[in-house]
């Protein structure tokens, strides 16, 4: 477990790291064992920072793959559409991002 990653879910800051000689910058969600056995990080790839997918999105990365891992100052606002905190992705989770709570109408409160 890498306390610097569960840190930045914490306090919803983002994560700039190397990866397969590119940097990258990311809204870390969870933390954990995949179910391959290695320990990973579910993130939100940050627009730009892809030639491939240059608009950004979900990636799954290895940590023993990250190189020189920070922690920015910027925050992000939180979950990003589609986040499953219970990804079946994953084996054991360390730590992920609170799921943001579900706002109640007053219809919906009862009598």
Known sequence: MDPLICAAIASRRL????????VRVVEPHIHGESTAGNEAL???LRPGYSRTDPGGGWRMYR??????????????????PGYNPDDAHFARIYC?????????LEADAGP
């Open 15 to 22: 994560l700039m790291f190397g990866y397969r000689n590119q």
């Open 42 to 44: 579910s993130a939100w």
């Open 63 to 80: 940590v023993d793959a990250l190189v020189d891992v920070q922690a920015l100052d910027a925050a992000f606002d939180g979950a990003r």
């Open 96 to 104: 992920r991002l609170a799921p943001a709570p579900r706002l109640t």
